[in-house]
């Protein structure tokens, strides 16, 4: 009877020391995932990924604005077991100086996955003390095509026919605006032959910037600058100011957002977009509805009139990933949360985040993963359904950006079967593309004198750069350019430009690289 208690007793003992378990013994982990939104962790991947890693996951909604919440979070201590960031944040400092994140390179020699996969990653995603405290997210050179001019494929047919409209040859910037011009001829109604996004903050639009070599800095006679100081970026300028002047660029450019964008891009009177061709599945999807099978946005490449090569940066795609995935402090049981996210990283846990279930979602076809049935036809006619119903892609985290070693295919189900708006973007905006991880978060961030240097000169940018686009006249234009340069000047860019080109030039001695070839 005495061994009985003396057992009894050391149980109930042993299960106060247990970390909070669910209905099935397993262990809980609470996430935050900044791009969760208000998704449930209840799909079948979902299901899955709890059985094989024996977690649990309570997952934290980021309602309202996620880096508030993280903010508060922080502020408040109450942060969850992981927090998932956006990696190019400040917030992810500010976590690790608070002491919030959990040294995951003393963990390293458990998370065998983690380091086989992350490889010189790892080396990259350090802080200045020499550890890593977050896991990127997205991570690796990601070879899928990004930035283009995204064009009605009726309207292109209409405009230069079928057979260039299907052929890979660029077209020259005069020859694009011809187009337009063709176009607006056409269809005199339109307002926006040409629809952009709205201003982002410190940087011109993307397709113009890539179509004129324009890095994120501008780096010559060793010494790293803005990107205004390159000759190319007025170029770009006076291209997107000779397209607003002539009425091909949507007036209403500036007040743009992904949903005004789709609007606009959705009804008859736009011909083109110029951003990433996966910003166009949603009008193209209405349209082809409403319209034709062919009234549909693919990618085309536009080049310079003088330029000697079709090899153009067309966009940075940074190999540090877009996200940080930390383990914070708060955790009770940080051994599960590293076998959890080892899992994770790993690559059966890759592809059943990415794939989906084995035998169910795909299965291996003469040793070549292969999707079963219709999976990737339904994702394409509804991918918002299919991704929540399957839990296929649902849960991002980890993400490596590379084919798979063993038989080449996609780390994504669904890019495994290219539709058409895949097939031309592959085909004809893959070559130029470049690894951006060199100038990820080199600003002053924080309340530092060279941050607040670094906003004023942003601020001056974010004013000017609007009034460049619309000036009446080209001359107008560069005079407006030289403003502006003088102008940031005067808020600070040149003692910004000492800070960021030591910053630079020190992180690419730490990791051995040479510096982006000046042009």
Known sequence: MKKFVSLLVAAMLLTAMLPLAGAEGQVTISFFDKNSGVRTFDDPVAKALEERTGVKIDLVSPSGDPGEKLSLMLAGQNYPDIVLMDRGSDIVNQYIEAGA????????????????????????????DGNNYYLSNWYGYDPDPVNGFICRYDYMIEMVGQ?????????????????LEKFKAAYPDSTHPLVIGDPVSGSINGTFAGMNSVYPYYVTDGKLYMSVRDPQFLKAIKQMNELYREGLIDPEWTSNNSELRNQKLSNNGAFCYAGAYWDTWTPSAALQASENANAEYLAYKVIPDDATSTALPLAGRSSLGWDAIAITTNCKNVEAAVKFIDYCASQEGQ????WGIEGQDWEFVNGVRTPIGDIVARYQADPANVVNDTGITKWTWFVKNDVHPDDGTTCRIWFNE???????????????????????????????????MYQSVIDVFNKYYPRMVNAPTAEECESLYNEMVKNMESA???DVEEYISEKYFARLQLWGMEPLASK
């Open 101 to 128: 994140l959990v040294n995951l390179s003393e963990y390293l020699d458990q998370m065998p996955n983690v380091v086989a996969m992350y490889g010189d990653t790892l080396n990259k995603t350090r802080y200045t």
């Open 163 to 179: 057979e260039r409209a299907d052929s890979a040859e660029p077209f020259t910037f005069s020859e694009f605006k011809a187009i």
């Open 351 to 354: 592809d059943l985040l990415l």
């Open 418 to 452: 290219k539709d058409r708006s895949a097939t031309f973007a592959y085909k004809n905006l893959t070559d130029g593309y470049y690894d951006s991880a060199e100038f990820a978060s080199i600003e002053p961030a924080g309340s530092t004198l060279e941050a607040l």
């Open 492 to 494: 600070g860019m040149n």
